[in-house]
Nanobody, 126 residues
Framework: QVQLVESGGALVQAGGSLRLSCAITGGTFRSYTSAWFRQAPGQEREFVAAFRRNNANPYYVESVKGRFTISRDNAKSTMFLQMNSLKPEDTAVYYC???????????????????WGQGTQVTVSS
């Protein structure tokens, strides 16, 4: 069974950087569409970034383009989210997710993902 574990969340000042990690067991990221989502208090879970399992090109939500970078190290079974120029509005619990068969048009829909990590808290102070 596939399991995902996130780490790397922290308290950081605006303008700072963090690198989140998501380790997969029971599978490889090459076999799954993999993504980062985030959820702020009182808000819906929001798509952040993703890789398709059959396409190395990443996808990003508009608000993080140019600041965040998603990457994968398949040898280490780990996905990363490098977050630079952090803003207070980036504050949220960040989740990694994976699914074996998501079509491109559904990539941003959290309901389409079967596997989720436990979440890691990112807090950006102003």
């Amino acid at each position: 069974q596939v399991q995902l574990v996130e780490s790397g969340g922290a308290l950081v000042q605006a303008g700072g950087s963090l690198r989140l990690s998501c380790a997969i067991t029971g599978g490889t990221f090459r076999s799954y569409t993999s993504a980062w989502f985030r959820q702020a208090p009182g808000q819906e879970r929001e798509f952040v970034a993703a890789f398709r399992r059959n396409n190395a090109n990443p996808y990003y939500v508009e608000s993080v383009k140019g600041r965040f970078t998603i990457s994968r190290d398949n040898a280490k079974s780990t996905m990363f989210l490098q977050m630079n120029s952090l803003k207070p509005e980036d504050t949220a619990v960040y989740y990694c997710a994976a699914d074996s068969s998501i079509i491109l048009s559904s990539l941003r829909n959290s309901h389409e993902y079967d596997y989720w990590g436990q979440g890691t808290q990112v807090t950006v102070s102003s």
